[in-house]
């Protein structure tokens, strides 16, 4: 990162941390759908679902589900799915194509069955219907994702009070981004189809960013946050997942202080050069009129106190969202507790 004049910064470069493996030998599978791996215990509990790759070039969550399935877990109640979702857009991932989201279509704005029945087309409907009759009987969904520039991790989730609940007893990481209410601006996540968007059904969905695409340490907060998430939902029990991943087993690593943010405003750049005055990390907070980035000349002002940005992207372009304005919303005790909870 360089300072250039009036106090801008430009992007910092980010070394790849994490390496590429062959996904070839977890393409078979007892499903019958590639890469899509399902284990019943044969008990009562619930269906619980680790998902990677829904972004071909987050590989943070690839580590994660290979680590699972190397170590042979297996659930001791429900049933446990471990997934990797875009492997076609994985496999453009090298490193003259770090960008490689997707082929043909964001995975990750399509989980809508009229679009997926509609869109005979590309790749990436095609693979959401091959897994969409498991998703389906999904309780509970942990997609794992990360991100262009922010560093500390976050939960994205819809504001429902059982998602929340469940956001806020996990506490690994502390931060949630609430998605906008009945807005479907960006298209439908896989934690907005079906039963998980319903505000009367039971299951619950979250995405978790877990740092940065390339760092190391977003495979790590990815570990642990997959593991707490496993024991939370009676998976794995607590001395299975200390034995994974000692660090949770003190507890120190649970925040107990939890911050909730919401979008308020998208900012789309009017220049192919906005860059930012303040850390690419985000959740940084600004008093109302300060300044927070140049969109090529012009300043970019936070439009209110205490605005937050977020989610900065990568090489905006004119006409492209640049970053969120948003702000962090009051603490609530939530009065929903997710149906056969352990909560332990
Ligand atoms: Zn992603």
Redesign the pocket.
Known sequence: MSLLGAGVLTPPDYPVEIARVDLGPYRETNTGVDYLHSFDSGRPGLHVMVNAL??GN?LCGMHVVRRLLDAGVRPKSGRLTLSFANVAAYEQFGAQHLGARFVEQDF?RIWYDDLLDADTQSVEAARAREMRPLVRTVDRLLDL??TWHALLPFFVLAPLPRVRSLADHLALPPRQLLLPDGIWHEGYHLIDYGAFRDPDASAVALIAECGQHFARSSVDQAWRTTIRFLQVTAVIDAEAAASRCPSLASGEMIERVIERYEIVQPVIAMTDELCLTCSYAGFVSFAKGELAAFDGDQPVLAPFDGAVLLAPRPEPRQGQQAFSWGRRVADHRPNWAPKNEPHR
């Open positions: 829904t972004h987050e990750n994702h990360s």
